[in-house]
Every structure is written in C-alpha cells, then in structure tokens.
C-alpha cells in the first residue's frame, strides 16, 4: 500500500547530539511537512517542501534543519537536541494541487532527549 | 495569524450517545476543512474532509460547515469505546498548507 512511512518509531539521543529522522513516501507527492508536536498540543508546522522548494517557519529553531534529496525522501536534522526538543515529529504528505488535497501522516517519530 | 480554535476537552459521553465536536477559525479565505482522528501515542488520521457548506455524511460521522459563521463541526453518531481519542480540526485558507487545532479528546464510556 502507499503510504508514509517513518523511522525510527521511537529515538532517544543524548542532551546536545545530533539526530537524524527520516520520511519516506510512496505516494509520489510533492509536497512534503515535518510537524513537531508536543502533548496535548496542535502539530506545529517546522517546514516543509513544495518538490525541491524549501519552505522554513519563521519560529522553527536554527537548531532545526532538513533536507530532501528526492521525491521520497525527507530528513529532519536536529543539531543540537535540547530537552525541550523531546516531542512527536510527524511527517506528512500531500499531494499540493489545489485546496482540497489532506495531508497524509506517518506513524510519527517520538524523540526522547536525555 | 491564523487561527484554528477547538475546546481542548475533555469531552465525556455514554457509549451509543452523539458525540459533537466543534472548530472556529479565523481566516475568513478558508476554503479546505478536516477533521482527523489520532490516539494516544500515534499520529492524525483523515476522517473527513468537507469543502461546502452544510452537512457531509459519511458512516456514523457527520461533518457540518458554516462559513459565515466561521465553524466545523463533527458529529459521531452511536459513539463506541473505540472512538475516544483527541479529533484535530485542520484548515486550509489561502494556500495548500494545513493549520491544526490543538484538538479535542473524546473519552466514550461503556
């Protein structure tokens, strides 16, 4: 099935080193978001990509970063974790013609930081 | 800013009862609504999308817009057990990109 699909499911990383979460898509869509969510909190958007346009959120941290190399594929680098970067990081997808297109989810990386 | 309002909850009703969820925004240019369901722990599922105002029914759910006034709304027909979790309320105003509420979380008790 198509889909979005990321990994890993569960990281835990050290206080200040760097950590890498991947998406990947099946869907071929071109649009690509990374969310960061915390609890009982609405995603909050980090960036995203509109095929190779990248798109930052004035707020998202500088300690934020990503890229996507492809189609497919979608990288969220935290450089320096901090504590209060533990948090879901939801990637989703769409499909970006026109307004009535949803965004497609995966199953989410929760990051533990310690 | 945009603006996408839903009371955090909890909301709590009897198995087989109608659960109803609301959602205000504020970008008036809104034109794109969803409502997604996610549990504890996992992520937003799409459960329904709706683009004109008045009902759109799909199984037990039941999505309502009202431009003019600037509300979602989902209604659960026949709540189960298994439908207690937090339902996020998404919109699209001017461009392709999504804005969440923060959500309300259902709890359905037998």
């Known amino acids: 099935d198509a889909m979005v699909i990321q990994n890993p499911r569960y990281q835990v990383t050290q206080f200040g080193k760097p950590v890498t979460l991947s998406c990947s898509q099946t869907?071929?869509?071109?649009?690509m978001y990374w969310y960061q969510q915390k609890s009982s909190q609405a995603p909050k958007l980090l960036f995203h990509?509109?095929?190779?346009?990248?798109?930052n959120e004035a707020d998202t941290p500088d300690n934020f970063q990503s890229r996507r190399p492809n189609t497919s594929f979608c990288f969220l680098d935290i450089r320096s974790p901090g504590l209060g970067d533990a948090a879901m990081y939801l990637c989703?997808?769409?499909?970006?013609?026109?307004?009535?297109?949803?965004?497609?989810f995966g199953q989410g990386t929760r990051l533990t930081v310690v | 800013q945009k603006e996408v309002e839903q009371n955090s909850g909890p909301l709590s009703v009897p198995e087989g009862a109608i659960a109803s969820l609301n959602c205000t925004y504020s970008?008036?240019?809104?034109?794109?609504f969803f409502w997604y369901r996610q549990y504890s722990g996992k992520s937003p599922e799409l459960i329904m999308s709706?683009?004109?105002?008045g009902d759109k029914e799909d199984g037990r759910f039941t999505a309502q817009l009202n431009k003019a006034s600037q509300y979602v709304s989902l209604l659960i027909r026949d709540s189960q057990p298994s439908d207690s979790a937090t339902y996020l309320c998404?919109?699209?105003?001017?461009?392709?990109?999504?804005?969440f509420g923060r959500g309300t979380s259902l709890i359905v008790h037998p």
């Open positions: 989703a997808t769409s499909s970006g013609d026109g307004m009535n297109t949803e965004a497609f």
């Open positions: 869907l071929n869509h071109n649009v």
């Open positions: 990509y509109y095929d190779k346009d990248f798109n």
């Open positions: 970008d008036r240019v809104s034109q794109s």
């Open positions: 709706i683009y004109s105002n």
């Open positions: 998404a919109v699209k105003g001017g461009s392709y990109i999504p804005t």
